[in-house]
């Protein structure tokens, strides 16, 4: 999927602006951002549900607009806000869509709604929140399409179910197709995606691996010393800081260490008599915070 210099602006005000992204078949790729920041904007682009005031979008090598109806053949979706028939059960609603579709395997619908114990004999009105969403969850994968555009895929689940629906998604990933995951919760993307954006005020400011951007930040190492802590050799190496000096005693001492100075670092704190070391990895929603710090309010779509 390719996404070259597209931007939409409502009546002046910001929507998404010159974004390009190049997602690889077969890639779980996650796109974060606050609620206003652009991801839903980016998400009907791709879906043709609205066209861009500039900018070209690909998918599979097909034109998302002039060729939309092949592409949505090979698209599953999930909305962030979707109702589907309020008087279908849910085996109705499942099946309406599978002979909308033909050649659904009904059979592997029903199998994934059991992996998420929803109960198909409810009426769409009678589902919980949680299970509105399990449904919605199962017809977008029931047709095993080669590109999955999932936005805020696990509102309303449960631990157990979000546990499930990360298998479905790496399962899908394993063969070989492509999700586009839309979310702010930031240990699911952490999780199953091997690469992310971050999209603010309608602009990406952030693309990568998630192990090179947390390697833009920095660990939090904790160390206490046998003896008094050495705060000046340590502060000393270039790259780290010292945060605070923890009571009771000046024996311990927590740094700030950039990681590509991680090495010199824990070569100096070697050298001393160490009785305890808690080292924190960086997480993808320091990097989150990091990269909004100072952004102000979110406004727009």
Known sequence: MSIRGVTKTYHGSRGVKNLSLDIAHGEIFGFLGPNGAGKTTTIRLLLNFIRPDAGQISIYGKDARADSVEVKRDLGYLPAEFALYPTMTGGETLRYLANLRQGTDFAYAVSLADRLELDLSKKFRQYSRGNKQKLGIVQAFMHKPRLLVLDEPTGGLDPLNQKTFLHMVEEAAAEGRTVFFSSHIMSEVERVCTRVAIIREGSLVTVGDIAELRRSL????????????????????????????????????????????????????????????????????????????????????
């Open 218 to 301: 920095v660990h939090r190492i904790s160390v206490t010393f046998a003896g008094p802590a050495p705060i000046a050799d340590i502060t000393a190496i270039e790259g780290v800081s010292l945060v605070d000096t923890e009571q009771p005693d000046d024996h311990t001492a927590l740094f700030a260490v950039r990681s590509e100075s991680l090495d010199p670092a824990v070569y100096a704190i070697a050298k001393y008599e160490i009785t305890n070391l808690v080292s924190n990895e960086p997480s993808l929603e320091e990097l989150f915070l990091a990269t909004y710090h100072g952004a102000g309010n979110e406004r727009g779509a």
